[in-house]
């Protein structure tokens, strides 16, 4: 038989409200006493049953991700951290793929509104500061939280000092030698392609490099992108010898046209990337990068739009840690082409 709210009042010996302010995370609950709910519930394997707290409660108890971004692997860390908050705060997660630059894009985000009867939103870049986005969601009056937006003033959610990052980053590359770094930027839309970006040149400024437009072109975070721009770059009169891609997967990519181009990594060309996804791990040789800690991220959004949705003032825009990741993929400058073009 399923375990019912009555079930684990009676076991913990207070009233069910008591019960249901407890698993909602309310306030104004002592500390005995919901320690003594939280061990009932664990004992009689107790879940709640969605339908009927949305029905008490007039909430749906479902909060969404939208999102449109091109890398599967930042996406799956989000959703993961996402479902860590979901599953402690018993409500259930729905993921919401649009595309931005769709005519009807804030039609189609409204119609998932309406339909799903979300209580709140996490968006993801590039949506995070989408202008016609913003103004639908105000007047709908629903709760959201963002993942790294362009601008934070009065929002709540997770954010990163990526700028920073990247002139560690590039503090590590010079200290390895290089002088001739090449830089792949990410999506133009991201607010991360700009503090990479910003990061770079200066972390460039700092070593006394001069920024050389030539050697910073334009990806969409894509695998194929980074392959493709890492061929343009290897194939100048002048190449670079270290490249700079804004994020793992176009770091891949660079790393197959290196190879295939019969460089050698890091002797040749030394790559590095940002975010420290599945794939930096999975690749040969293992990615130098930065660790954003996405999982993390999406649980902390998470976490501040829960906050939203119980007070219109709660939640708080939050700044995540991160941390230089130092594998094979860097080296310093060998005795092949790399230092023929210094």
């Known amino acids: 038989?399923?375990?019912?709210?009555?079930?684990?009042?009676?076991?913990?010996?207070?009233s069910m409200k008591t019960v249901s302010r407890v698993l909602n995370q309310e306030p104004n609950v002592s500390e005995d006493t919901r320690k003594r709910v939280e061990a009932a519930a664990r004992k009689l394997q107790y879940r709640p049953n969605p339908s009927a707290r949305s029905l008490a409660g007039q909430r749906s108890y479902l909060v969404a991700l939208l999102y449109d971004n091109p890398s599967s692997n930042y996406l799956m860390e989000v959703q993961a951290g996402m479902l860590d908050a979901c599953?402690?705060?018993?409500?259930?997660?729905?993921?919401?793929?649009?595309?931005?630059?769709?005519r009807k894009f804030v039609s189609h985000v409204d119609e998932v509104i309406q339909h799903s009867r979300a209580d709140g939103l996490v968006l993801t870049p590039p949506l995070t500061d989408h202008p016609g986005l913003m103004k639908r969601l105000g007047q709908l009056g629903i709760p959201y939280a963002n993942i790294s937006p362009k601008?934070?003033?009065?929002?709540?959610?997770?954010?990163?000092?990526?700028?920073?990052?990247?002139?560690?980053?590039?503090?590590?590359?010079?200290?390895?030698?290089?002088?001739?770094?090449?830089?792949?930027?990410?999506?133009?839309?991201?607010?991360?392609?700009?503090w990479r970006l910003n990061g770079y040149r200066d972390g460039l400024a700092a070593a006394g490099i001069e920024y050389d437009p030539s050697l910073v072109i334009e990806g969409d975070f894509h695998y194929d992108t980074g392959a493709i721009c890492a061929q343009r770059l290897l194939l100048m009169d002048n190449p670079p010898t270290a490249i700079f891609a804004a994020n793992d997967d176009m770091a891949a990519g660079t790393i197959r046209t290196a190879s295939e181009m019969g460089l050698s990594i890091p002797g040749d060309i030394s790559v590095c990337g940002f975010d420290d996804t599945p794939i930096s791990r999975q690749i040969y040789p293992p990615l130098t990068t930065v660790r954003q800690p996405t999982r993390e991220m999406g649980r902390l959004a998470t976490h501040e739009l829960f906050k939203r949705?119980?007070?219109?003032?709660?939640?708080?825009?939050?700044?995540?840690?991160?941390?230089?990741?130092?594998?094979?993929?860097?080296?310093?400058?060998?005795?092949?082409?790399?230092?023929?073009?210094?």
């Open 1 to 14: 038989m399923r375990v019912r709210i009555e079930d684990v009042a009676e076991a913990a010996g207070v």
């Open 87 to 102: 599953i402690a705060h018993h409500y259930n997660l729905m993921l919401a793929p649009v595309t931005y630059g769709e």
């Open 151 to 194: 601008l934070r003033g009065g929002r709540i959610g997770v954010v990163l000092d990526e700028e920073r990052a990247v002139r560690e980053m590039m503090a590590h590359l010079v200290s390895l030698g290089h002088r001739r770094i090449a830089h792949i930027k990410g999506h133009p839309e991201h607010g991360a392609s700009q």
């Open 309 to 342: 949705i119980k007070a219109p003032d709660g939640g708080q825009m939050i700044t995540a840690g991160y941390e230089l990741q130092l594998r094979q993929s860097t080296g310093p400058i060998g005795k092949g082409r790399a230092s023929r073009r210094r």
